[in-house]
C-alpha cells in the first residue's frame, strides 16, 4: 500500500481528473451493482469481478492527439488561470536538442502501450490475468492488497487494489513510470483504462481508453496446455470431460 | 505450440532487443556461499553381493520442500511450487534406482513418511532444483538413531548432461525423433545421486559386522514395538551413546514374534506396492520434466548473462521516444519471455497431473493421499495384529 499511497501523492492531477471523467462516463467508485457479481468468499477481501471480452469504444476513448493538444494548450495557460492543482513549472515540450523527456515523447509512448483493441481478462479465486494483444499480459494477485508481480533488470511492476480499482504501476530506467489503472462501471458492461506516463516526475500524460463488454464466440473446443504435445484440444465440453 | 514459441521469442529477443532478462518466481533458496558442485562422479558398484548384515533396507521418504515456497504469493509462483511438489515425488525415485544400481544395499523402497520397519531412513529437502543446478540437503539415521549422512550436496549440469539436440532445432522434431532423444536412463544429475549413494556406502564401510546386525535387529523390534508397545517396547534401551539397542531377545520360533513377521510381511507388501506407484510416476512424468528441465536450464542461463548485456547496451538519446519505446520494449520482451516460460510450467503440470491423480486413487479400499493411505494400512495391521494375538495394544 505504501507504494500506492506514493503513487496517489505524485499522480493528484491525474487521479482527480480521472474521477472526473470516470463520473462522466458512469463509472464510480462507490460499491455498486459489480459488487454483486464479485466473489463473496469470506476468506478473501472483496475484488470486483473484471473478467471478460472487451472491445475498445473509439467514440469514448481518448484520441492521443487530442489529449496532446489539450494537456499542452492546458500547460501553456497563464499560472493565474485555475487548472484542477495541475504542477506547471519546468514543463519541457520538446524539441530537437532537449535533453529531458517531452510531453510530446511520453504522450506517444502512452499510445503505444495502449493500442490494444481487445482486451481479455480472466479471473479466478487468487489471480487476474489481463491479456493484451501484442503485449504481456498484466497479472495480479487477489488476496493481497498489494504485491511486485514482475522484477527484471529492465523495469519492476508492482500491481494492488485500491477500493475496486485494479492498478499496476510499472517502473522502468530512468524513472520512467507507466501506470495502468483499471475501473469498471456499475452495470459491469463498460471498463476504464487510464493509463499514466511520466517520467523523472516530469507532468505526466493521460490517456483513458474505454471498453465494452463483448461475448467472445467460443470455438467449441476444450483445450489444455501440455509440455511435449503443446496445446492440446478436444471437442469434449468441459462438463463431459468431468 | 509454446514449446517451440520459447525457442523462437528467445531468438529474436537475443537478435533484436540486445538483451532481457527475467526474474522467475522459481523455488530457489540461494546459499551463501554456494558449496562445491559435487562433480564428475562414478557410483561405486558391488560386483558381488555384499554379506547378508550389509543389506540394509533403506527407505526414502518423499523430499521435502524449502518452508520459504509455501509463503509465495507473487502470481505464476503457485505455478513452479506445484512443479516443486512434483519433483519431491520424482527425485527420491531416482536416488532410489541409483542406491539399487550400486547392487550394495538390500530393498530400497521410496515411501510417503520414515518408516519404522525399514534399518535405513533417507530424508532429502530440495534446497534448489533448476535445469541448471540441482541441491539437495540429505539426512540419513539408522534404527538404532545414529546420523549415516547430514550433508547439502549441489550438482551443476553441463551441456552434454542432457541428451538431443538444440532445443531451437529440436522444436521442429518429430515426436518420435523428440521420444528418442529424451527418454534416457541417465539423469542430468546422475552424479548427486552418486555421490549420496558413495558417501552412504563410505559410512557402512566405517562400521563393524556387529553394529549392521544391531540395526537389523533394533528395526526389527521397533516395528514390533509400533505394532505392540507393551509387549515389545521393553526389548529396546537407549545407551549412553542415546542409540538404540535390543536387550532382550525373543526365540525364534516365539509366537508372538512368528505373527510380527507375518505382519512385517503384509507391511513389506504393502510398501513394494506403494514404490511401484513412485516407479509408475517416474515413468510417466520423466519424459516431459526432461523436457521441462531443459527448458528451465536456458532459462536459468538466460538469467546469469542478463546483467552482461545489460551493462553493454548503447541506448539512444536518453529521454527521447525512441529511448522509451526500447525500454519500454525490452520491459515487454523480459514480461513475455517470462510468461512464456510460466506457460511451459503450467504445460508441465497439466501433463503431469493425471499421474498424480492416479498415485493418490490407486490403493483401493483406503482414501486420501497416498500418505494418509500409508497411515491408515498401518493402523488397519495394527488392529489385525491386536486381534490376533488378544493383546492389550497400548495406543
Redesign the interface.
Known amino acids: 500500500m505504501v507504494l500506492l499511497i506514493k503513487t496517489r501523492r505524485r499522480l493528484l492531477f491525474p487521479v482527480a481528473a480521472t474521477a472526473l471523467l470516470l463520473s462522466f462516463f458512469g463509472f464510480s467508485v462507490q460499491a455498486t451493482a459489480a459488487e454483486a457479481s464479485a466473489s463473496t468468499n469470506l476468506n478473501h477481501p472483496w475484488r470486483p469481478d473484471f473478467s471478460g471480452s472487451w472491445e475498445k469504444d473509439f467514440q469514448r476513448s481518448d484520441r492521443w492527439e487530442n489529449e496532446l493538444t489539450r494537456q499542452i494548450s492546458l500547460i501553456r495557460q497563464p499560472r493565474s488561470q485555475p487548472t484542477m492543482q495541475r504542477p506547471t513549472a519546468n514543463i519541457p515540450l520538446g524539441g530537437p536538442s532537449?535533453?529531458?523527456?517531452?510531453i510530446?515523447?511520453?504522450a506517444?509512448?502512452a499510445e503505444?502501450?495502449s493500442r490494444q483493441n481487445v482486451i481479455d481478462i480472466t479471473q479466478t479465486e487468487?489471480?487476474v490475468f489481463i491479456a493484451r494483444e501484442g503485449?504481456?499480459?498484466l497479472?495480479?494477485?487477489t488476496?493481497?492488497n498489494s504485491?511486485?508481480?514482475?522484477?527484471?533488470?529492465?523495469?519492476t511492476?508492482v500491481c494492488g487494489w485500491e477500493r475496486q480499482q485494479l492498478v499496476f504501476r510499472?517502473t522502468?530506467?530512468?524513472e520512467?513510470q507507466?501506470l495502468h489503472r483499471f475501473s469498471l462501471s456499475p452495470d459491469r458492461e463498460w471498463l476504464n483504462h487510464l493509463t499514466t506516463v511520466s517520467?523523472q516526475g516530469s507532468v505526466p500524460f493521460n490517456l483513458i481508453q474505454v471498453y465494452r463488454r463483448f461475448d467472445m464466440p467460443g470455438d467449441g473446443y476444450n483445450c489444455?496446455?501440455?509440455?511435449?504435445?503443446?496445446?492440446v484440444c478436444s471437442t469434449e465440453s468441459k462438463l463431459d470431460a468431468e | 505450440?509454446?514449446?517451440?514459441t520459447l525457442p523462437l521469442l528467445l531468438a529474436l529477443v537475443l537478435a533484436g532487443c540486445n538483451s532481457?532478462?527475467?526474474?522467475t518466481p522459481k523455488p530457489t533458496v540461494p546459499l551463501e556461499p554456494p558449496i562445491p558442485a559435487v562433480g564428475n562422479v562414478s557410483l561405486h558398484t558391488a560386483t558381488q553381493l555384499p554379506a547378508e548384515h550389509e543389506l540394509l533396507e533403506i527407505g526414502i521418504v518423499v523430499f521435502d520442500l524449502p518452508a520459504q515456497l509455501a509463503g509465495q504469493?507473487?502470481?505464476?509462483e503457485?505455478l513452479y511450487r506445484e512443479i516443486a511438489e512434483k519433483e519431491a515425488q520424482y527425485l527420491p525415485y531416482v536416488l532410489r534406482n541409483t542406491l539399487v544400481e550400486s547392487n550394495q544395499w538390500g530393498p530400497v523402497r521410496v515411501l510417503p513418511e520414515a518408516d519404522p520397519s525399514v534399518d535405513l531412513n533417507l530424508a532429502g529437502t530440495i534446497l534448489s532444483s533448476t535445469g541448471l543446478t540441482l541441491e539437495l540437503q540429505v539426512k540419513v539415521t539408522d534404527s538404532t538413531g545414529r546420523l549415516w549422512l547430514d550433508k547439502t550436496y549441489r550438482d551443476v549440469t553441463t551441456d552434454q548432461d542432457y541428451p538431443g539436440r538444440d532445443p531451437f532445432l529440436r522444436s521442429f522434431a518429430s515426436?518420435e525423433e523428440?521420444a528418442d532423444n529424451l527418454i534416457t536412463d541417465t539423469d542430468p544429475f546422475a552424479d548427486i545421486y552418486r555421490q549420496i549413494a558413495n558417501d552412504l556406502l563410505a559410512m557402512r564401510n566405517t562400521m563393524e559386522p556387529a553394529e549392521l546386525e544391531n540395526v537389523s535387529l533394533v528395526s526389527q523390534m521397533l516395528y514390533a514395538a509400533e505394532l505392540s508397545e507393551a509387549t515389545f517396547g521393553r526389548t529396546l534401551e537407549r545407551g549412553e551413546d542415546g542409540l538404540l539397542r535390543v536387550t532382550s531377545l525373543l526365540a525364534r520360533d516365539d509366537p508372538m514374534l512368528q505373527r510380527v513377521e507375518t505382519i512385517k510381511l503384509r507391511h513389506h507388501l504393502f510398501i513394494d506396492t506403494v514404490d511401484e506407484y513412485y516407479e509408475s510416476l517416474y515413468q510417466q512424468m520423466q519424459?516431459?520434466y526432461a523436457?521441462?528441465r531443459r527448458y528451465s536450464r536456458d532459462e536459468a542461463i538466460e538469467d546469469k548473462t542478463?546483467?552482461q548485456r545489460?551493462s553493454s547496451r548503447a541506448d539512444p538519446?536518453?529521454?527521447?521516444?525512441l529511448a522509451?519505446?526500447q525500454?519500454?520494449n525490452?520491459?515487454?520482451w523480459?514480461?513475455?519471455f517470462?510468461?512464456e516460460f510460466m506457460?511451459?510450467a503450467?504445460?508441465?503440470n497439466?501433463?503431469v497431473a493425471p499421474a498424480i491423480l492416479e498415485l493418490n486413487r490407486r490403493v483401493h479400499g483406503l482414501s486420501g493421499t497416498l500418505e494418509e493411505q500409508y497411515r491408515q494400512w498401518r493402523e488397519i495391521l495394527r488392529q489385525i495384529f491386536e486381534l490376533e494375538s488378544g493383546d492389550q495394544v497400548s495406543r
Open positions: 532537449r535533453r529531458d523527456s517531452s510530446i515523447d511520453l506517444r509512448l503505444l502501450i487468487n489471480e503485449d504481456a499480459a497479472i495480479c494477485g488476496r493481497e504485491m511486485q508481480s514482475f522484477s527484471s533488470p529492465y523495469g511492476e510499472i522502468l530506467p530512468e520512467v507507466i517520467r489444455t496446455q501440455t509440455l511435449t504435445r503443446g496445446r | 505450440m509454446l514449446s517451440k532481457f532478462s527475467r526474474s504469493t507473487r502470481p505464476g503457485s515426436e523428440l519424459p516431459s523436457l521441462w542478463q546483467e545489460t538519446e536518453s529521454g527521447s521516444f522509451l519505446s525500454s519500454y525490452r520491459y515487454k523480459a514480461k513475455l517470462e510468461q506457460a511451459l503450467a504445460g508441465f497439466n501433463e
